[in-house]
């Protein structure tokens, strides 16, 4: 039995159902039974869990051969990052009860880090896990394709892609959450030892120019890049309700600097087969059917 975290999510699902197409038992950990009756209707076993409560999920995990751990993603975390360590606190312990098999984590780009920044929360994840005793994998992926979901009204509305990313030109090891999903499906199916790294990427790094011309063929119409001035960051995180903006900044910062990347610059790292061509293409016409309906 495969017990899987953030299965209700792109890359939890894709996960499941790669599991589930070779036949195997999935445990669908969820937070609410109200998405449970999809998962059991695919043949699933089901667990309700809090991420940040040990004792719910210790009984997810317990007789697992395999777990699959998604961290929730706080994007404004308090300094110190406690929203992150109260999570890690129970997914550590729940792990060292239940002793499952083998832990598949997804963790990130940028996980080792130098300077701190929003995905600390990862490294610090990573640093408890891999003293439990128990085989586990982290599972390292780059900036995910489908964050370009948030690009698509400027695009379509205005031609104009926004980049917090920049130079426009510069290029970003990216990947599609679906080759993270099957990644993580066939890690959970190996045997191992220890604690080990896995670095993820698409078949071949992404620009922001790149992205503007993907959205320029799947909505018919130029898309340009406007890159968004550093001095205007914090003013505009602030504007949309962020608390704490300094770690987002940082997070951008190192992506831009280049002290987020993966190690030898991506040349060790397992690639994808998922074009951002064909991402851009379904998140674009996803939103056009939402808005015929």
């Not at 299965?7 to 599991?19: E, Q």
């Not at 379904?282 to 808005?291: I, N, S």
Request: hydrophobic share 45%; charged share 25%; net charge negative.
């Amino acid at each position: 039995m495969y017990a899987i975290t953030g299965i209700t999510g792109k890359v939890g699902g894709a996960l499941a159902r790669s599991l589930l197409a070779e036949g195997l038992p999935v445990r669908a950990v969820l937070r609410d039974e109200a998405k449970a009756a999809e998962w059991r209707t695919r043949g699933c076993d089901v667990a309700l869990a809090e991420m940040d409560e040990a004792a719910s999920l210790t009984s997810a995990f317990r007789d697992a051969t395999g777990v699959f751990i998604l961290p929730p993603s706080e994007f404004d975390p308090e300094p110190g990052f406690p929203e992150a360590r109260h999570v890690i606190a129970a997914v550590t312990s729940a792990l060292v009860e239940a002793r499952p098999g083998k832990v598949v984590c997804l963790s990130t780009i940028g996980a080792d880090a130098l300077h701190e920044n929003l995905l600390t929360q990862r490294t610090l994840m990573e640093q408890s896990l891999q003293e439990i005793g128990i085989p586990v994998t982290f599972l390292r992926p780059g900036w995910f394709m489908e964050n370009a979901l948030w690009d698509i009204p400027s695009a379509r509305d205005e031609g104009v892609l926004r980049s917090f990313l920049q130079p426009a030109g510069k290029l970003f090891p990216m990947v599609a959450t679906q080759d993270v999903g099957h990644l993580a499906a066939a890690l959970l199916r190996e045997e191992w030892s220890g604690a080990r790294v896995v670095e993820l990427e698409g078949p071949a790094r992404i620009s922001p120019n790149d992205i503007a011309r993907a959205f320029a063929t799947a909505l018919k119409r130029p898309v340009r890049v406007e890159t968004v001035p550093r001095a205007s960051w914090e003013q505009i995180f602030r504007s949309q309700g962020t608390r704490n903006p300094l770690p987002r900044i940082r997070m951008l910062d190192g992506f831009n600097e280049g002290w987020i990347d993966f190690s030898e610059h991506g040349r060790s790292a397992v690639k994808g087969t998922t074009s951002l061509e064909s991402v851009i293409a379904e998140l674009v016409g996803a939103d056009q059917a939402k808005a015929s309906v």
